[in-house]
C-alpha cells in the first residue's frame, strides 16, 4: 500500500533559518492546472489533434535481430487505395546519432532512418502510410520481407570480438577513460581489496504514452514538427542531418506528453516523419502501439561491471576501480554519454582519493539503449552499494558506520574536476533515516515461525547532478516574463513538460518571485522558432537551472515595473500585495501596466538569459525492508523510507509523487523488469504480458522525510529531485535480500528462479 506523508513539518527537517521563511507559494501543494482536464480524459494529447489530410504511418519494422534484407514486396499492400510503402531504398543514406543534440558534439553517426541492414528485432527497414491507422496496419500486414540472416550479437562480453558482423564501420566498442590520484600506490598500501561484478539489465520505459511524431510541410520551405519530446533543439538537429534545410526552416514544437523516464530524449521516429512529410507534401503523423515502442524505440542500457576497492586497516576508501561495460545495442546512440557519466558520478557520493574507471559502450543485436531516468546513477550507484553492503559483510564492518566514515561532506571538492558538491546533506539523511527506520533493530535477519519467510533489511546511499555546468554542454537558458495590460503575466521558456507538472512548480516559483497571483501566470512550452536555444529537460537541470532563470526574470520584471512606475507616478513606486504603491496612491496594477505602455510606449517585459555557474549534487538514503520466500522465491517489499536531501521543495505534491514514482521504478529494477533476449536475439517480451511491473498491490508503505537545506544558486534553494529518487532504490532492496538470506546476488533483477539458485548453492547466513 502506498502511504501518503503527514505533516510538512514533522517528514522535514529544516535549518532554523529556512523554518522562519514564510513562503505564499513556494512548498505549497499547489494543484496543477492541467490536472481536472486529465482525470476527466479532455487533455489533448498529440494523437488526439491531427489535421484532417494526415497519412498516419505505422513503422515497418524488422522481424531479424541480424540480417539483410534481401527484397520488399509491398505490390499486395500498395494495392489498397490511399496506401504508400517507403523503404530504406527510398529514404537518404546520410548518417547521424540520434543522442546527439547539437552540431559540433560530434557522437558517432551509425544511424540512418530506415536500414537496410537490420541489426535488431524491430530496426526501422520501412513506412507504411494510409489515410487511417487501420489501413496501415491492414497494409502493413501484406508485405512480404525476405532476409539473408547474419548471426546474432547479444552477449555483450563477446560484442567486441564479433562487432564486424553488426556494423562495417570498424568500431569494436567506443571506450572512456576517467583517473586521478595515485591509483597504483593507493592499492599497494592497501590492507584490504575487495571486488564484486554487479550487472544491471535493459529496462523498458514504460511511459503511458507510446511514441509518436506529427510532421507538417509548410511554406516556405519550413518542416513543422510536433513531438512530445525532451530536447527540442536536438531534435530540431537530428532532422537536419536527413533533410537538405538550414535549421531556420525547421520548426519543432513540443507537443502535450504522456510520461517519457529518458525514453523521449533521443530522436527515434522524428526524423523519419519529418523526410517522409517532405517527400510526400503531406501531413505525416508516425504512431506506435505498446509492442513496437518495446521493440524499436529505447531502453535503459544494461551495464555489467566490476568495482574493486582499496581499504585501510581502519576501513577508509583509499581507492576504487571500475571495469564497465554498456551494451549501446544496436547502435551507439548516447550510451557511451551514458557510460562517461557513470564514471564521472562514481567520485561524488563518498571520498575517494584515488580512482580509476575504464568503460566501453559495445554495440549488439538488441533495441538500442540510451537515456533513463538517471543517466547512469542507477546503474552506478546499484554496482557501489550492492559492493559496499557485501565487502562490509565480508569484511565484518557496519555497513552504516563505514558510509559515515567514507561519505562526502559539505562543500567537498570533486577531485575528478566536476563541480564542488555544494551544500551535502547525506550524512544527515543517513543519520536521520537509520533512526526513522529503526535501523539498528532491523538489520539482523528474521526467520517465520515455519522457516519459509525470511525478513531482512537493507539501505543505499546515492547522488545525482543539477545540470551540465563545468561540462561541454550548453547549460544555458533564456526567458522572458511579460506584465501584461489586465495585470496578468506570462512567462515565455524553452521548457519541456514531461507530465510531471514542471509548468507549474515553475509558476510557483515565478509568482513567489513577481507577487503576482499564480493563477494569473501563464508558463508557456518550448518551440524553436519562438524560444531560444535551451538543451532539454535533462541533466536534472530544470526547477535548478530553469527555476532559476524563471526567479530571475520575473524578479527584473517587477523592478522594470516599479522604475517605470517611479517615472510616471513622480515618486518612489513599488509593487506589494498584487497593488502598485506609489506615494499615498494604491494603483491597480493592470492600470499601472496601462498607463506605463500609453506613456512611455514601452511594454513591461524582462529577458533573462541565465547560465548556472554550480552544479552540486542531490543525496538520498532509501530504506527497505522485505520478506522473501524461500519456497518459490518471490520478494515482497513491506516498509520503505526514502530520505531526500532537495533543498527547498517547491511543491511538496510534485516531490512525494517524484518519489513514490521512482520507488515503483527502482523496486522493478531490482526484482522483475527486464527486457531479455535469447541465444538467437530474439526478445523475450514484447508486451506487458511477458515484462513484468511493480503495480499497487506491489507496492509497500512508503514513507518520505525530506531534509531542506536551501541550496546556494538554486531557486528559493532548490535543487533536484525527478532523477534521483530512483538511483537508489535497487541496491536498498537487493541489500536487503541478500540481507535476509545471506546471500550474494549481484545480477538483475532478483527473478525468484535466481533467488532459489543462490539457495541451493550459497549457504544461509542466519
Same mark, same amino acid.
Given at each position: 500500500?502506498?502511504?501518503?506523508?503527514?505533516?510538512?513539518?514533522?517528514?522535514?527537517?529544516?535549518?532554523?533559518?529556512?523554518?522562519?521563511?514564510?513562503?505564499?507559494?513556494?512548498?505549497?501543494?499547489?494543484?496543477?492546472?492541467?490536472?481536472?482536464?486529465?482525470?476527466?480524459?479532455?487533455?489533448?494529447?498529440?494523437?488526439?489533434?491531427?489535421?484532417?489530410?494526415?497519412?498516419?504511418?505505422?513503422?515497418?519494422?524488422?522481424?531479424?535481430?541480424?540480417?539483410?534484407?534481401?527484397? %520488399?514486396?509491398?505490390?499486395?499492400?500498395?494495392?489498397?487505395?490511399?496506401?504508400?510503402?517507403?523503404?530504406?531504398?527510398?529514404?537518404?543514406?546520410?548518417?547521424?546519432?540520434?543522442?546527439?543534440?547539437?552540431?559540433?558534439?560530434?557522437?558517432?553517426?551509425?544511424?540512418?532512418? +530506415?536500414?537496410?541492414?537490420?541489426?535488431?528485432?524491430?530496426?526501422?527497414?520501412?513506412?507504411?502510410?494510409?489515410?487511417?491507422?487501420?489501413?496501415?496496419?491492414?497494409?502493413?500486414?501484406?508485405?512480404?520481407?525476405?532476409?539473408?540472416?547474419?548471426?546474432?550479437?547479444?552477449?555483450?562480453?563477446?560484442?567486441?570480438?564479433?562487432?564486424?558482423? +553488426?556494423?562495417?564501420?570498424?568500431?569494436?566498442?567506443?571506450?572512456?577513460?576517467?583517473?586521478?590520484?595515485?591509483?597504483?600506490?593507493?592499492?599497494?598500501?592497501?590492507?584490504?581489496?575487495?571486488?564484486?561484478?554487479?550487472?544491471?539489465?535493459?529496462?523498458?520505459?514504460?511511459?503511458?504514452?507510446?511514441?509518436?511524431?506529427?510532421? %507538417?510541410?509548410?511554406?516556405?520551405?519550413?518542416?513543422?514538427?510536433?513531438?512530445?519530446?525532451?530536447?527540442?533543439?536536438?531534435?530540431?538537429?537530428?532532422?537536419?542531418?536527413?533533410?537538405?534545410?538550414?535549421?531556420?526552416?525547421?520548426?519543432?514544437?513540443?507537443?502535450?506528453?504522456?510520461?517519457?523516464?529518458?525514453?523521449?530524449?533521443?530522436?527515434?521516429?522524428?526524423?523519419?516523419?519529418?523526410?517522409?512529410?517532405?517527400?510526400?507534401?503531406?501531413?505525416?503523423?508516425?504512431?506506435?502501439?505498446? /509492442?513496437?515502442?518495446?521493440?524499436?524505440?529505447? /531502453?535503459?542500457?544494461?551495464?555489467?561491471?566490476?568495482?574493486?576497492?582499496?581499504?585501510?586497516?581502519?576501513?577508509?576508501?583509499?581507492?576504487?576501480?571500475?571495469?564497465?561495460?554498456?551494451?549501446?545495442?544496436?547502435?551507439?546512440?548516447?550510451?557511451?554519454?551514458?557510460?562517461?557519466?557513470?564514471?564521472?558520478?562514481?567520485?561524488?557520493?563518498?571520498?575517494?582519493?584515488?580512482?580509476?574507471?575504464?568503460?566501453?559502450?559495445?554495440?549488439?543485436?538488441?533495441?538500442? *539503449?540510451?537515456?533513463?531516468?538517471?543517466?547512469?546513477?542507477?546503474?552506478?550507484?546499484?554496482?557501489?552499494?550492492?559492493?559496499?553492503?557485501?565487502?562490509?559483510?565480508?569484511?565484518?564492518?557496519?555497513?552504516?558506520?563505514?558510509?559515515?566514515?567514507?561519505?562526502?561532506?559539505?562543500?567537498?571538492?570533486?577531485?575528478?574536476?566536476?563541480?564542488?558538491?555544494?551544500?551535502?546533506? %547525506?550524512?544527515?539523511?543517513?543519520?536521520?533515516?537509520?533512526?526513522?527506520?529503526?535501523?539498528?533493530?532491523?538489520?539482523?535477519?528474521?526467520?517465520?515461525?515455519?522457516?519459509?519467510?525470511?525478513?531482512?533489511?537493507?539501505?543505499?546511499?546515492?547522488?545525482?547532478?543539477?545540470?551540465?555546468?563545468?561540462?561541454?554542454?550548453?547549460?544555458?537558458?533564456?526567458?522572458?516574463?511579460?506584465?501584461?495590460?489586465?495585470?496578468?503575466?506570462?512567462?515565455?521558456?524553452?521548457?519541456?513538460?514531461?507530465?510531471?507538472?514542471?509548468?507549474?512548480?515553475?509558476?510557483?516559483?515565478?509568482?513567489?518571485?513577481?507577487?503576482?497571483?499564480?493563477?494569473?501566470?501563464?508558463?508557456?512550452?518550448?518551440?524553436?522558432?519562438?524560444?531560444?536555444?535551451?538543451?532539454?529537460?535533462?541533466?536534472?537541470?530544470?526547477?535548478?537551472?530553469?527555476?532559476?532563470?524563471?526567479?530571475?526574470?520575473?524578479?527584473?520584471?517587477?523592478?522594470?515595473?516599479?522604475?517605470?512606475?517611479?517615472?510616471?507616478?513622480?515618486?518612489?513606486?513599488?509593487?506589494?500585495? *498584487?497593488?502598485?504603491?506609489? *506615494?499615498?496612491?494604491?494603483?491597480?496594477?493592470?492600470?499601472?501596466?496601462?498607463?506605463?505602455?500609453?506613456?512611455?510606449?514601452?511594454?513591461?517585459?524582462?529577458?533573462?538569459?541565465?547560465?548556472?555557474?554550480?552544479?552540486?549534487?542531490?543525496?538520498?538514503?532509501?530504506?527497505?525492508?522485505?520478506?522473501?520466500?524461500?519456497?518459490?522465491?518471490?520478494?515482497?517489499?513491506?516498509?520503505?523510507?526514502?530520505?531526500?536531501?532537495?533543498?527547498?521543495?517547491?511543491?511538496?505534491?510534485?516531490?512525494?509523487?517524484?518519489?513514490?514514482?521512482?520507488?515503483?521504478?527502482?523496486?522493478?529494477?531490482?526484482?522483475?523488469?527486464?527486457?531479455?533476449?535469447?541465444?538467437?536475439?530474439?526478445?523475450?517480451?514484447?508486451?506487458?504480458?511477458?515484462?513484468?511491473?511493480?503495480?499497487?498491490?506491489?507496492?509497500?508503505?512508503?514513507? %518520505?522525510?525530506?531534509?531542506?537545506?536551501?541550496?546556494?544558486?538554486?531557486?528559493?534553494?532548490?535543487?533536484?529531485?525527478?532523477?534521483?529518487?530512483?538511483?537508489?532504490?535497487?541496491?536498498?532492496?537487493?541489500?536487503?535480500?541478500?540481507?535476509?538470506?545471506?546471500?550474494?546476488?549481484?545480477?538483475?533483477?532478483?527473478?525468484?528462479?535466481?533467488?532459489?539458485?543462490?539457495?541451493?548453492?550459497?549457504?544461509?547466513?542466519?
Amino acid at each position: 500500500m502506498l502511504t501518503k506523508t503527514s505533516d510538512p513539518d514533522v517528514k522535514s527537517k529544516k535549518t532554523a533559518e529556512n523554518s522562519r521563511r514564510n513562503y505564499k507559494y513556494i512548498g505549497r501543494r499547489i494543484i496543477r492546472e492541467d490536472s481536472i482536464d486529465k482525470v476527466r480524459g479532455a487533455y489533448r494529447y498529440l494523437a488526439d489533434q491531427l489535421p484532417q489530410d494526415v497519412l498516419i504511418g505505422i513503422p515497418l519494422l524488422s522481424s531479424q535481430p541480424n540480417a539483410i534484407v534481401k527484397f %520488399i514486396d509491398a505490390s499486395e499492400a500498395q494495392k489498397t487505395d490511399g496506401v504508400i510503402v517507403l523503404t530504406f531504398r527510398d529514404a537518404p543514406e546520410n548518417k547521424y546519432n540520434s543522442g546527439e543534440w547539437f552540431p559540433g558534439q560530434n557522437d558517432f553517426p551509425d544511424e540512418t532512418i +530506415l536500414r537496410g541492414h537490420a541489426r535488431h528485432v524491430g530496426d526501422h527497414i520501412g513506412l507504411v502510410l494510409a489515410p487511417d491507422e487501420k489501413t496501415a496496419r491492414r497494409a502493413l500486414l501484406k508485405i512480404r520481407v525476405e532476409y539473408e540472416a547474419l548471426p546474432p550479437v547479444v552477449d555483450i562480453g563477446r560484442a567486441e570480438g564479433m562487432a564486424g558482423l +553488426l556494423h562495417e564501420d570498424g568500431m569494436a566498442s567506443f571506450p572512456g577513460h576517467i583517473e586521478y590520484g595515485d591509483v597504483d600506490a593507493a592499492f599497494a598500501a592497501a590492507a584490504h581489496i575487495e571486488s564484486d561484478e554487479v550487472y544491471t539489465q535493459k529496462i523498458h520505459h514504460a511511459a503511458l504514452e507510446p511514441h509518436c511524431v506529427l510532421a %507538417i510541410p509548410r511554406p516556405e520551405h519550413v518542416i513543422e514538427v510536433h513531438t512530445p519530446c525532451q530536447i527540442l533543439f536536438g531534435v530540431q538537429h537530428a532532422i537536419s542531418q536527413v533533410l537538405p534545410l538550414p535549421l531556420s526552416k525547421i520548426r519543432v514544437i513540443k507537443a502535450n506528453m504522456g510520461g517519457s523516464f529518458g525514453g523521449k530524449q533521443e530522436c527515434v521516429f522524428e526524423p523519419l516523419c519529418a523526410w517522409a512529410a517532405w517527400k510526400l507534401r503531406r501531413p505525416v503523423f508516425i504512431n506506435t502501439n505498446r /509492442t513496437e515502442t518495446m521493440v524499436a524505440t529505447r /531502453t535503459r542500457a544494461a551495464v555489467l561491471g566490476r568495482v574493486t576497492t582499496a581499504l585501510d586497516s581502519n576501513g577508509r576508501i583509499l581507492a576504487r576501480k571500475f571495469d564497465v561495460t554498456a551494451d549501446a545495442g544496436a547502435y551507439l546512440t548516447g550510451t557511451k554519454k551514458v557510460m562517461m557519466a557513470m564514471g564521472k558520478k562514481a567520485s561524488r557520493l563518498y571520498r575517494i582519493p584515488a580512482l580509476r574507471f575504464e568503460g566501453r559502450a559495445v554495440r549488439t543485436s538488441t533495441t538500442p *539503449g540510451g537515456a533513463c531516468r538517471g543517466y547512469g546513477s542507477p546503474q552506478i550507484h546499484t554496482m557501489t552499494e550492492i559492493h559496499t553492503d557485501l565487502m562490509c559483510r565480508r569484511l565484518g564492518l557496519d555497513p552504516l558506520q563505514f558510509r559515515l566514515d567514507n561519505l562526502v561532506h559539505d562543500g567537498d571538492h570533486d577531485p575528478s574536476g566536476a563541480s564542488d558538491i555544494g551544500r551535502a546533506r %547525506i550524512i544527515e539523511c543517513l543519520k536521520e533515516g537509520a533512526s526513522r527506520f529503526g535501523w539498528p533493530g532491523c538489520r539482523h535477519p528474521l526467520l517465520s515461525v515455519d522457516g519459509r519467510y525470511s525478513i531482512g533489511a537493507g539501505f543505499a546511499c546515492s547522488t545525482h547532478g543539477n545540470g551540465y555546468y563545468k561540462t561541454i554542454y550548453h547549460d544555458m537558458v533564456q526567458m522572458s516574463f511579460c506584465i501584461l495590460p489586465d495585470g496578468s503575466a506570462i512567462l515565455r521558456t524553452p521548457l519541456h513538460e514531461l507530465g510531471n507538472g514542471t509548468t507549474t512548480a515553475v509558476a510557483q516559483i515565478a509568482a513567489e518571485a513577481s507577487g503576482i497571483d499564480i493563477a494569473r501566470i501563464t508558463v508557456t512550452e518550448g518551440d524553436t522558432h519562438y524560444s531560444s536555444f535551451d538543451v532539454g529537460c535533462q541533466a536534472s537541470r530544470v526547477i535548478y537551472v530553469c527555476g532559476e532563470c524563471a526567479r530571475r526574470a520575473a524578479a527584473d520584471a517587477v523592478r522594470l515595473l516599479c522604475r517605470e512606475a517611479s517615472e510616471v507616478y513622480g515618486c518612489r513606486a513599488e509593487f506589494c500585495d *498584487g497593488f502598485v504603491l506609489a *506615494g499615498e496612491d494604491k494603483i491597480e496594477l493592470s492600470e499601472a501596466v496601462r498607463r506605463i505602455m500609453r506613456e512611455k510606449k514601452r511594454s513591461i517585459e524582462a529577458c533573462c538569459e541565465y547560465a548556472p555557474d554550480k552544479n552540486p549534487a542531490s543525496f538520498g538514503v532509501h530504506f527497505a525492508k522485505v520478506s522473501v520466500d524461500k519456497l518459490t522465491g518471490f520478494v515482497h517489499v513491506n516498509r520503505y523510507l526514502a530520505v531526500h536531501d532537495v533543498g527547498q521543495s517547491i511543491n511538496r505534491n510534485f516531490v512525494e509523487g517524484q518519489i513514490y514514482g521512482g520507488i515503483q521504478m527502482g523496486i522493478g529494477m531490482a526484482l522483475c523488469e527486464e527486457l531479455e533476449y535469447g541465444a538467437d536475439g530474439m526478445p523475450k517480451a514484447r508486451n506487458f504480458d511477458k515484462y513484468h511491473m511493480i503495480n499497487m498491490p506491489d507496492m509497500p508503505d512508503v514513507d %518520505i522525510m525530506l531534509i531542506e537545506d536551501e541550496e546556494p544558486g538554486g531557486p528559493y534553494g532548490a535543487k533536484s529531485i525527478g532523477e534521483i529518487c530512483t538511483v537508489p532504490v535497487a541496491a536498498a532492496v537487493v541489500n536487503a535480500v541478500n540481507r535476509a538470506l545471506g546471500t550474494s546476488l549481484t545480477h538483475l533483477p532478483l527473478t525468484p528462479s535466481k533467488i532459489i539458485s543462490a539457495l541451493k548453492t550459497e549457504p544461509e547466513e542466519q
